[in-house]
């Protein structure tokens, strides 16, 4: 997805003009807002299917960075 300026719609701008932010949400995402609060994001498929592939890589053990080691020794030992 290119970086483009980001796009805010109002729930209630959503339903009216779906299909413009629709087409919008195919270059950048759309955060929808409600009661001025963001609440949902509307993006394209292929960057949901690029999120989720990203989200269930695989990392080799020896890849992981040595600060994360205290936090993944405390989870083998059942510690948060």
Do not use: C, W
């Amino acid at each position: 997805m290119t970086k483009q300026s980001a796009v805010t719609a109002t729930a209630a701008d959503m339903v009216r003009r779906f299909s413009y932010f629709n087409d919008v949400a195919l270059s950048r995402p759309v955060t929808i807002t409600k009661n001025g609060r963001a609440r949902t994001m509307l993006i394209s498929a292929d960057e949901y299917k690029r999120l989720k592939k990203r989200n269930q890589s695989a990392v080799m053990a020896a890849d992981i960075p040595d600060a994360f080691l205290p936090q993944l020794e405390a989870l083998a030992r059942g510690k948060k």
